[in-house]
């Protein structure tokens, strides 16, 4: 059974930074691209970064582009995303989910954890 | 990139059929038939429940149906259940970026 246990969401003032992180398991982790979908309060889905199989080509929306930093560690089945100069924006539910394609592009999220908050507020 | 346009909401009876709508461009939902849908019941995380735009993962009924004509896909519920009664968000990828884009998503109301 696949699961996606995501943690290290919390509250955090503007300017900060947090780690959130997803622990993997049930599927070969390295054979897949995985990716960081956020949710707003009261708002619809982003796809806010994804990364390859290997870890050696990432992905970012223009809204965190150069902020957030996804990363993953094969030897552990986990997926990192460090995230700083956080704003009020980026205020939302933070999934991880898996891409069952070795490619982030032309893939879809099959499988999804049950998401950790993340709250930006002075 | 846009978000694809979707209908706000989209209300029918048990038993019967709706469908929703996602509207894209020739860049995204026409260029690709890379279009998935999401189900999202409230407090939950969402639920794949069509790929590659007709696709169904197993363990989705077969009351969930996908297709696309030119830049517009559409998800078709048949039989409509009270359990339909969700948030639903389609996705396609797109010629600018290498992540894919979401409609602005689809309330489902079960009268």
């Known amino acids: 059974e696949v699961q996606l246990l995501e943690s290290g969401g919390g509250l955090v003032q503007p300017g900060g930074s947090l780690r959130l992180s997803c622990a993997a398991s049930?599927?070969?982790?390295?054979?897949?691209?995985m990716s960081w979908v956020r949710q707003a309060p009261g708002k619809g889905l982003e796809w806010v970064s994804g990364i390859s199989g290997s870890g050696g080509s990432t992905y970012y929306a223009d809204s965190v582009k150069g902020r957030f930093t996804i990363s993953r560690d094969n030897s552990k089945n986990t997926l990192d995303l460090q995230m700083s100069g956080l704003r009020a924006e980026d205020t939302a539910v933070y999934y991880c989910?898996?891409?069952?394609?070795?490619?982030?592009?032309?893939?879809?999220?099959?499988?999804w954890g049950q998401g950790t908050p993340v709250t930006v507020s002075s | 990139q846009s978000a694809l346009t979707q209908p706000a909401s989209v209300s029918g009876s048990p038993g019967q059929s709706i469908t929703i709508s996602c509207t894209g461009t020739s860049s995204d939902v026409g260029g690709y038939n890379y279009v998935s849908w999401y189900q999202q019941h409230p407090g939950k995380a969402p639920k794949l429940m069509i790929y590659d735009v007709s696709n169904r993962p197993s363990g989705v009924s077969n009351r969930f149906s996908g297709s696309k004509s030119g830049n517009t896909a559409s998800l078709t519920i048949s039989g409509l259940q009270a359990e339909d009664e969700a948030d639903y968000y389609c996705?396609?990828?797109?010629?600018?970026?290498?992540?894919?884009?979401f409609g602005t998503g689809t309330k489902v109301t079960v009268l």
């Open positions: 049930g599927f070969t982790f390295n054979n897949y691209a």
């Open positions: 996705t396609s990828c797109t010629s600018s970026s290498t992540l894919g884009v």
């Open positions: 989910a898996n891409c069952p394609r070795n490619s982030v592009w032309g893939s879809y999220l099959n499988y």
